[in-house]
């Protein structure tokens, strides 16, 4: 069973950064054979993915309300997995999830992904 943990998240002023990790665990865990996700969800509003990469590194995909901001990383061998969020905006106020699925394929959808963390807040105000 893979299990996922994130840390990072806390209080941050507009235009600020933080750095979110996903640590990974489970029996005979290789995190090469999975795609990642990072997923949000807002007061009131529905989760959303906002960035994948697939399980070579070599795709990605970034919604558009983060593209040029908010970055997707993996290192297989700490089995860790990063969002570094940069130029941060009030708007960006979540709860932030990382996920996984075993496979290639990239996706921003929920429902593709089986393995989920608990969640880490994310405030952006001044």
């Known amino acids: 069973q893979l299990q996922l943990v994130e840390s990072g998240g806390g209080l941050v002023q507009p235009g600020g950064s933080l750095r979110l990790s996903c640590a990974a665990s489970g029996f005979t865990l290789d995190l090469d054979y999975y795609a990642i996700g990072w997923f949000r969800q807002a007061p009131g509003k529905e989760r959303e993915g906002i960035l994948c990469?697939?399980?070579?590194?070599?795709?990605?995909k970034t919604k558009h309300s983060v593209k040029g901001r908010f970055t997707i990383s993996r290192d297989n061998a700490k089995n860790t997995v990063y969002l570094q969020m940069n130029n941060l905006k009030p708007e960006d106020t979540a709860i932030y999830y990382c996920?996984?699925?075993?496979?290639?394929?990239?996706?921003?959808?929920?429902?593709?992904?089986?393995?989920w963390g608990q969640g880490i807040q994310v405030t952006v105000s001044s």
């Open positions: 996920s996984a699925a075993k496979g290639p394929a990239c996706s921003l959808d929920d429902l593709e992904f089986a393995y």
């Open positions: 990469l697939s399980d070579s590194g070599n795709h990605r």
